[in-house]
């Protein structure tokens, strides 16, 4: 999904697990290096910020397709690739945006789920795959229908249903023969939602019922009869992610992700009957289960390593574990997505159980690679890196800082373009991530690359509050907004420049969504480090936002920040509306007009005051656009105006770039 960053985007996978209770060495800022490359070719901005983002390949039942999400024409459809030709071709052509493809167990079929102009109310869609046509299942413009998926036969699609004025998610069943729905869960708390349903073979459905907080999970079961109430699996004292990736063939065992006892994701089986676990891994890093094999004999999960996320297969009987990938680079079995379409299922296996399809990634975009596990063979069936722009990436480098108050070791990306001159002398941008639940990875990052090809030297920390590390370090941040958080993007701001590259006088802080919030209270509470702030989508005002936003974002908002009666004065304080006074930098902010995280309302609210108060603002409001940017003219555009605010008061005489049209 192209986006600014979620507000509250869950379960991203990660890259780095370095902060909280495991102590890595700080980086000196000396030891960074702009990188002497006499290849390198600074990419026209325009043509990076155009590049596909290929997501969610799923292998079809017979083995001669792959489908997944590809935006080259325009907005994300779902594509076919054809295994032995390796042409590709739109699944079901259409204008808006298709999310999360998943096959129907005879292949003739793929679902996936669509809102409409970004407003997050999803409905089911069917495609009839031999004539291309696709079909509205559900049409409900009062409940969004999400996380998708067959029941065994394939009559019928199970789905988690959110009233649009509830904060909580059902699981329920449609026919699709008579597009009856039969609900299975109901009533649950409103600061928890039931995602991500199952259907195993024998009938039974399993899902996640997650808190809002983000920091505690279980994994649910119930009868697809509906005669039983739902079975916690996985219920525990205190918080624990528990993560549900798959259930084995025969419905023996559960694959499942935990961080009991480490703090930690861990990958482990459980045994459905008798409620024993078996742990596959155990140690201090970060493992995402993602699937069996179809003879239920083997698992495949990954392991973040550094800079590179690994993947890895386990057999069952033996407990032996082979790593499949090597070297550099961030190889995904799962897409990273939120949750609105967390679909489970989907074969990552061929159907003969000899091949997997992953993505595979790093500073250039996603390509579709199919690997023989055997042999470690692979074919790219998807090459998404035109060859013009072969030479014109840059690759970051990990590093760690301690944070102002010595709790923690903050670690971050740094991107610094090629052939620079340690000189003290070139822009920079502090990139903070949004959600606040999320975390900057070595993924191709489009809005740096396009940075990096002006000069820029970016620096992306991973805050207090992110997510995938230990739970301390997650949690750090909860009733503390814009508050030890901040401080981590200014020490972000200080490492940087320490490096002996970055002019001091010419650092911006950019984000979106949190990270535009958290851009907008650097600016007004650390006046004297920013020279410009860039807040695409942002939290502006608590109150206004809460008013306005979707329940489910409601709830969210109360988990992490307070109640809004109860702790009016930190809402009060901690929202940039009451600051914008203090503002002095000029500044960007963006808005989608069917946003449901973040209103344009409150946005709008922002300007006025930076207007009144004598600041210079900038505000672009899209029509037809919610809080993620899926149209690629649009995303195209919204680089390139960010890139030339950024120029015209960073970089004085800088060309400036043409809109794409």
Known sequence: MRTPALLLAPFLLSWLCSAGSVAQPVSDPRSAVSPVRADYVAADPKELAALDEPGYPVWSPDGRFIAYTSYRSGPANVWLTEVATKKSHPAAPAKGTQLGPRWSPDGKQLLYVADKDGDEIYDIFVIDVATGRAHNLTQTPDHAETCAGWSPDGRKIVFSSRAKDSASGEIAVIDIASRKVRFLTGDGPTERTRVSPLWSSDDYIYFYDRAWSLLDTDIMRVRASGEAAPENLTSHEGESLNRLADVSPDGRYVLFGSNEGTG???????????????????????????????DGKRVVFTRDESLSTHIFIHDVASRTTQQLTHGTGVYELTSAFPAATMQLGGSKFSPDGKRLVYLSAGTRPGDLVAIEIETGAE?????????????????????????????????????????????????????????????????????????????????????????????????????????????????????????????????????????????????????????????????????????????????????????????????????????????????????????????????????????????????????????????????????????????RHLRAGARQMPASR
């Open 379 to 647: 074919q790219v069936l998807v090459n998404s890196t035109p060859p013009k722009l072969a030479r014109s990436f840059v690759s970051p480098i990990a590093v760690t800082f301690p944070s102002t108050d010595g709790r923690f070791q903050i670690p971050a990306l740094v991107w610094i373009p090629p052939n620079l001159k340690r000189d003290g002398s070139h822009p920079a941008v502090v990139d903070i991530h949004g959600g606040p639940a999320d975390q900057t990875r070595p993924y191709l990052n489009i809005p740096i690359q396009v940075l990096a090809a002006r000069g820029y030297v970016v620096i992306s920390p991973n805050y207090r509050g992110s997510l995938n590390y230990d739970q301390d370090f997650q949690r750090a941040n909860h009733r503390d907004p814009g508050g030890a958080e901040l401080s981590d993007v200014r020490a972000a701001a200080d490492w940087l420049i320490a490096t002996g590259y970055v002019d001091a006088k010419r650092v911006a802080a950019s984000g979106g969504s949190w990270g535009g919030y958290l851009a907008l209270m650097a600016l007004s509470t650390q006046r004297d480090r920013w020279a410009a702030g860039v807040a695409l989508r942002p939290l502006a005002d608590f109150h206004s936002a809460y008013k306005a936003s979707a329940p489910w974002i409601q709830a969210f908002m109360r988990t992490l920040i307070g109640d809004p009666i109860k702790d009016e004065a930190l809402w009060r304080n901690r929202s940039p509306l009451t600051h914008a006074a203090r503002i002095r930098a000029p500044v960007l902010m963006d808005a989608g007009v069917n946003d449901p995280r973040t209103p344009l309302a409150q946005i709008k609210e922002m300007e006025r005051a930076i207007r009144a108060n004598g600041g210079l603002v900038e505000l672009h409001v899209r029509g037809d656009s919610g809080h993620s940017i899926e149209d690629t003219e649009a995303y195209v555009d919204t680089n390139l105006m960010v890139v030339n605010f950024l120029d």
């Open 264 to 294: 930690w994701m861990n990958v482990a089986l459980l045994d459905t009957r008798t409620g024993a676990r078996q742990w596959i891994t155990r140690d201090k890093a970060h493992h995402i289960p993602a699937a069996f094999s179809p």
